[in-house]
């Protein structure tokens, strides 16, 4: 069995110039699109296509975590793992219990609700560290 990658996506970084940058120009392109602004110089068809834009933008910037089989995003309050599944499971840091790993299972124990039990065989050994030390690092936060 081939060992597996997870990708690491952290929400906490600050974002980069460019993509503020472009994350204002969708904003800009859906509200020309909402607004209608230069509807009487441009034809109707190009003030949709940029409509389109900006939104196809935000889509896919938001639907990172889909891109990869395996990816985990987190941010200081709360963390999205999405391994070997479709749906990712959320946890927020403040409501994890306790968390251990047996049998490359990550077993996390919540305060309010079920345990989550996530399955990491086939997972990289360094993947499940880093895994376990986000978890950590933001847990005993409080």
């Given at each position: 069995?081939?060992?597996?990658k997870?990708?690491f996506?952290?929400l906490?970084?600050?974002k980069?110039?460019?993509?503020?940058?472009l994350?204002?120009l969708?904003?800009?392109l859906i509200l020309?699109?909402f607004?209608k602004?230069?509807?009487?110089?441009?034809?109707?068809?190009?003030?949709?296509?940029?409509?389109a834009?900006?939104?196809?933008?935000l889509?896919?910037y938001?639907?990172r975590i889909?891109?990869?089989?395996?990816?985990?995003?987190?941010?200081?309050?709360?963390?999205n793992?999405?391994?070997?599944?479709i749906?990712?499971?959320s946890?927020?840091f403040?409501n994890?219990?306790?968390?251990?790993?047996?049998?490359?299972n990550?077993t996390?124990?919540?305060?309010?609700?079920k345990?989550?039990?996530?399955?990491?065989?086939?997972i990289?050994?360094?993947?499940?560290r880093?895994?376990?030390?986000?978890i950590d690092q933001y847990?005993?936060?409080?």
């Amino acid at each position: 069995m081939k060992i597996q990658k997870i990708h690491f996506i952290d929400l906490t970084k600050k974002k980069s110039f460019i993509s503020i940058l472009l994350f204002i120009l969708a904003l800009i392109l859906i509200l020309i699109g909402f607004i209608k602004p230069f509807e009487f110089y441009i034809s109707k068809t190009y003030s949709n296509y940029g409509w389109a834009i900006g939104f196809l933008y935000l889509a896919a910037y938001h639907s990172r975590i889909y891109w990869y089989k395996n990816c985990v995003q987190w941010n200081k309050k709360s963390i999205n793992i999405r391994v070997k599944s479709i749906f990712s499971k959320s946890v927020q840091f403040y409501n994890i219990k306790a968390y251990q790993m047996t049998n490359n299972n990550l077993t996390i124990s919540r305060i309010f609700g079920k345990d989550i039990i996530i399955d990491l065989n086939g997972i990289s050994t360094d993947d499940t560290r880093k895994l376990e030390s986000i978890i950590d690092q933001y847990h005993t936060k409080k």
